[in-house]
T-cell receptor
Framework: AQSVAQPEDQVNVAEGNPLTVKCTYSVSGNPYLFWYVQYPNRGLQFLLKYITGDNLVKGSYGFEAEFNKSQTSFHLKKPSALVSDSALYFCAVRLSSGTYKYIFGTGTRLKVLA | DGGITQSPKYLFRKEGQNVTLSCEQNLNHDAMYWYRQDPGQGLRLIYYSQIVNDFQKGDIAEGYSVSREKKESFPLTVTSAQKNPTAFYLC??????????FGPGTRLTVL
């Protein structure tokens, strides 16, 4: 079955430290991968995506993600965390072309401590 | 959230009552989606539509219905057949590319 896994329910990091939020996927074909962020009682905001090309993708607010085909991972990273980065982060994958359906992970809550 | 509006922000439903959630977009996007969000379960797809007058069931369509009579509108009706409708509902849209953009959401509570 095609799926997306976010193995950590919550990640705590001190302000100024680097952060990583993990995502692995299991889909057939070449995946389109996404990261979104959600603040309380709000919709999801698009951060970045991987379609093809360079494995390191840069996105909004200083976030980046690394696509690793052999490990089927797409981890979200930021070199220096801010307290304002505290939110719920979702990894998503669009299934192989033709279906236009997306699968979302269960989300990882990031807490950046001052 | 810009360009996609959802109303109302909060909605309360009595047992046995149908309610309709509104989703409108002014982005000229072709495809629109409805998701349900429950704590710890991520987003689950209810229905999606790629063009006007056409829509497909997602993974949890039972107890829900939709229509797509206009490109900019994709309302979701939560019927009395949906046994556990309390959740946060998110609408999204997508133009010909791959990125979905989300509305601000509607929180539905059954009284």
């Amino acid at each position: 079955a095609q799926s997306v896994a976010q193995p950590e329910d919550q990640v705590n990091v001190a302000e100024g430290n680097p952060l990583t939020v993990k995502c692995t996927y299991s889909v057939s074909g070449n995946p389109y991968l996404f990261w979104y962020v959600q603040y309380p009682n709000r919709g999801l905001q698009f951060l970045l995506k991987y379609i093809t090309g360079d494995n390191l993708v840069k996105g909004s607010y200083g976030f980046e993600a690394e696509f690793n085909k052999s490990q089927t991972s797409f981890h979200l990273k930021k070199p220096s965390a801010l307290v304002s980065d505290s939110a719920l982060y979702f990894c998503a994958v669009r299934l192989s072309s033709g279906t236009y359906k997306y699968i979302f992970g269960t989300g990882t809550r990031l807490k950046v401590l001052a | 959230d810009g360009g996609i509006t959802q109303s109302p922000k909060y909605l309360f439903r009595k047992e046995g009552q149908n309610v309709t959630l509104s989703c409108e977009q002014n982005l000229n996007h072709d495809a629109m989606y409805w998701y349900r969000q429950d704590p710890g379960q991520g987003l689950r797809l209810i229905y999606y539509s790629q063009i006007v007058n056409d829509f497909q069931k997602g993974d949890i369509a039972e107890g829900y219905s939709v229509s797509r009579e206009k490109k900019e509108s994709f309302p979701l009706t939560v019927t009395s057949a949906q046994k556990n409708p309390t959740a946060f509902y998110l609408c999204a849209s997508r133009i010909s590319g791959v990125t979905q953009y989300f509305g601000p959401g509607t929180r539905l509570t059954v009284l």
